[in-house]
């Protein structure tokens, strides 16, 4: 699988913005799907996962309530819509795909297989 994101951009705080993450391939709905962001001087962190129908979805607690994760298996895309953003919000942000057998999702980036290779947010305040 191939995952090319895009979507990013400067943005003002408590505006919003959608990324998408488009994937490559016909086993798309195999995987569930991830976003990680990773801030200047930060490590990667989780940001929101999906599960392969898109039924179920978790968030980090710094997101939740502001970010909604949503995928199209037809399109072979997930996306993030981030409304109410806030500056600690900026950072390059990394989709991915993942399987483990038994598990819906996954917030642990070691459980993904597959990166794509991010987007950059940057919220000014």
């Known amino acids: 699988v191939q995952l090319q994101a895009s979507g990013g951009g400067l943005v003002q705080a408590g505006g919003s913005l959608r990324l998408s993450c488009a994937a490559s391939?016909?086993?798309?709905?195999?995987?569930?799907m991830g976003w990680f962001r990773q801030a200047p001087g930060k490590e990667r962190e989780f940001v929101a996962t999906?599960?392969?129908?898109?039924?179920?979805?978790y968030y980090a607690d710094s997101v939740k309530g502001r970010f909604t994760i949503s995928r199209d298996n037809a399109k072979n895309t997930v996306y993030l819509q981030m409304n109410s953003l806030k500056p600690e919000d900026t950072a390059v942000y990394y989709c991915?795909?993942?399987?483990?057998?038994?598990?819906?999702?996954?917030?642990?980036?070691?459980?993904?297989?597959?990166w794509g290779q991010g987007t950059l947010v940057t919220v000014s305040s």
């Open positions: 999906i599960n392969w129908s898109g039924g179920s979805t």
């Open positions: 391939g016909r086993t798309f709905s195999r995987y569930f």
């Open positions: 991915a795909a993942g399987f483990l057998s038994g598990r819906a999702y996954s917030i642990v980036p070691t459980a993904y297989g597959y």
